[in-house]
């Protein structure tokens, strides 16, 4: 089944412990994408991938880290979560480098104290 | 920040009656394409329309898009109850590989 993963799903932890939320996908799709929602702001872009080892920042970058050494992952990185990164955070790819249709993963939930 | 905005924010129909959502947008745009969330869920994609083009159907979906105005609607014919969702649209710029959701309208088909 074509899918995008991510894990945890829910995530609670403390102001400044490291933490990763890891993406898969199995469509062998170029382009790979993390979202925040946060409500009444929608869905902001916070790094996206065109392909393995290429990166960039999306609107909101600030406080992340990504990479993109496989095709098929592209993990998220918080160095030193801070309460306003509380969120809900999506993952998605697309077999378009530009433009096109997304699919995106069931989301992780993410509380920072 | 370039991101669009839907308009409204929340709309509640009965069952069977036509729900039409909007979406204005900032920059010129590639493509715009239309999402359906459940709560909490991960978004899924409903139509694709390309800057060329002017009106789009996909079943009970209508999709018009006008590029001098920058924005696009969203029309449902006769909703049904498992409609209720929220829907966002999201754009690519001309330049750049970045996407743009809008803030979504929150539709809510009462049975």
């Known amino acids: 089944e074509a899918q995008v993963t991510q894990n945890p799903r829910y995530l609670i932890t403390v102001t400044g412990k490291k933490l990763t939320v890891t993406c898969s996908q199995n469509?062998?799709?170029?382009?790979m994408s993390w979202y925040r929602q946060d409500p009444g702001l929608g869905l902001r872009q916070i790094y996206y991938?065109?392909?393995?080892?290429?990166?960039d920042k999306g609107d909101v970058p600030e406080g992340y880290k990504v990479s993109r050494k496989e095709k098929r992952n592209f993990p998220l990185i918080l160095e030193s979560p801070s309460p306003n990164q509380t969120s809900l955070y999506f993952c998605?790819?697309?077999?378009?480098?530009?433009?096109?249709?997304?699919?995106f993963g069931p989301g992780t939930r993410l509380t920072v104290t | 920040s370039q991101q669009g905005e839907e308009d409204p924010q929340a709309l509640s129909i009965q069952e069977g009656e036509n729900a039409t959502m909007n979406c204005s947008y900032k920059?010129?745009?590639?493509?715009l394409q239309w999402y359906r969330q459940n709560s909490g869920r991960g978004l899924v994609h409903l139509i694709l329309?390309?800057?060329?083009?002017r009106e789009k159907h996909s079943g009970r979906l209508r999709v018009t898009l006008d590029t001098s105005k920058k924005s696009s609607s969203l029309l449902i014919t006769a909703s049904r109850a498992a409609d209720t969702a929220s829907y966002f649209c999201a754009t690519d710029a001309r330049t750049g590989n970045q996407f743009y959701f809008g803030t979504g309208t929150s539709l809510t088909v009462i049975p």
């Open positions: 329309i390309r800057s060329n083009e």
């Open positions: 469509m062998n799709h170029e382009y």
């Open positions: 920059t010129s745009i590639n493509n």
């Open positions: 998605a790819s697309s077999s378009q480098r530009r433009g096109g249709e997304q699919y």
């Open positions: 991938s065109m392909n393995v080892e290429v990166t």
